[in-house]
């Protein structure tokens, strides 16, 4: 009989021990596409993220989304006994996932190189605020924070007023792309290599967004310029930002290259900024752009959202309107797409989180089961798997090593 296959990753087991978003979001990415991940919590605490907002009454909000797809057991690894049990759970499994602080694992005795005589194949994901070396590995690390040492915060808002940073954890959420990304390529090397060696893939999380300045890096090299915050594309593209309509509605155009402002200036019924020098290419739209921007605001300002999407869309002008979350949840894309999708919870009984992303052709990922109650899977994996004894099981958790 055919293994049933819920996503390309079936078959890869994962370890995570990491808590809050950044490392356990990489982790739930994998595991929707069909990796089974047992998440290691503190017993009777769990993951710090299970007392992170929004709530609704006391049943944290982020949790279902964060956390489905996942295995939870409890398991103390500071004592010597959930050492020793941790070490037999490393035994099982393809990958570990953590994010304590540098050092922290070592102190523990349960560094790489202890975890490699228990699994020479393992795979050991690493996310801290700085990475594992560097002056700075010791320091606590968060998102926000990252983002503001990463250089991300230092560009946005308005020249006049103070940096602000993103309302929610975007570093986390990247930091976790690059967690599932860089995990399974160690896997795929470790697969397709004849030795089948396991590695350690590390990463801080200030990295992940520094990664994406290269026009930032390679500006301030070589003309020493020190680019300051402003509220849209800078210095990128002209025209681009946000516009409002005439009903006092928003949107968001961007003219990237010279084929889609071309395009826009049709639309507009302004074809003589074509022959134009100072408007004709993007670089001189951008030595002109306050003028460019002028044209370009006042004519959005002539017709309605409804209006100016209608016809933009008809020219190919890339634009959308500036969506709230309710704008989404009524919106026939995100539905067609399957964007939201909703899932089981044990007290609010249905709950609305984010559908599976990449789509497969072949091997569709899939939300296989809820988000988990802490510990709700320690006799599965200690006791069938492990092949601990119901007393065994018994014991530990009266010592609160489970």
């Known amino acids: 009989m055919s293994k049933v296959n819920y996503g390309p990753l079936t078959g890869v087991r994962i370890l995570d021990v990491s808590t809050m978003i950044a490392a356990p979001f990489g982790a739930t990415l994998l595991a929707d596409l069909g990796a089974e991940v ?16 929004p709530w609704k009454g006391t049943e944290p909000l982020r949790w279902p989304g964060l956390a489905r797809n996942k295995k939870s057991v409890t398991l103390d690894i500071r004592t010597e006994e959930g050492r020793a049990l941790f070490k037999k759970l490393i035994s099982t499994v ?15 005795n349960l560094g790489y190189e202890e975890l490699k005589k228990a699994n020479p194949k393992l795979i050991m994901t690493r996310v801290s605020g700085y990475g594992q070396t560097g002056p700075y590995r010791e320091k606590a690390g968060f998102g926000t924070p990252g983002t503001a040492f990463s250089g991300h915060t230092y560009l946005q808002g308005y020249s006049d007023r103070p940096p602000v940073s993103p309302s929610y954890s975007l570093l986390d959420y990247i930091t976790g792309v690059y967690v599932a ?10 697969e397709t290599n004849e030795e089948g060696e396991g590695q350690i893939v590390e990463m801080g999380l200030y990295e992940s967004i ?6 930032l890096i390679a ?5 020493g310029k020190v680019r300051e915050r402003s509220p849209g594309l800078a210095g990128h593209s002209s025209p681009a930002g946000t516009y409002e309509t005439k009903d006092g509605k928003y949107v968001v155009l961007v003219t990237s290259t010279d084929s889609t402002f071309n395009r826009l200036a049709e639309a507009m019924e302004r074809t003589d900024m074509l022959e134009d020098p100072r408007y004709y290419t993007n670089s001189e739209r951008l030595k002109n752009d306050s003028e460019v921007q002028e044209i370009v605001s006042g004519w959005i300002r002539t017709h309605t959202q409804k209006e100016l999407m209608e016809k933009l869309d008809s020219f190919g002008v890339p634009v959308s309107p500036i969506y709230s979350i309710e704008d989404i949840f009524n919106d026939p894309q995100y ?4 964007n939201i999708v909703e899932v089981e919870h044990p007290r609010l009984g249905k709950i609305k989180v984010p559908g599976v992303v990449p789509k497969f052709s072949s091997t569709p990922g899939a939300i296989r089961h809820r988000a988990p109650e802490l510990g709700e899977h320690n006799e599965e994996i200690f006791g069938e798997a492990l092949g601990l004894s119901a007393e065994e099981l018994s014991s530990l958790k009266e010592k609160g090593v489970i």
């Open 219 to 223: 500006e301030y090299d070589q003309t």
């Open 335 to 338: 539905k067609e797409r399957q």
């Open 38 to 53: 047992i998440k290691v919590e503190i017993p009777g605490k769990g993951d710090t993220l299970r007392t992170v907002g």
């Open 94 to 108: 393809d990958i570990l996932i953590e994010n304590f602080r540098p050092g922290t694992l070592e102190k523990w």
């Open 181 to 190: 990304f860089s995990t399974v390529s160690a896997l795929f090397y470790r």
């Open 210 to 215: 520094f990664r994406m300045m290269e026009f």
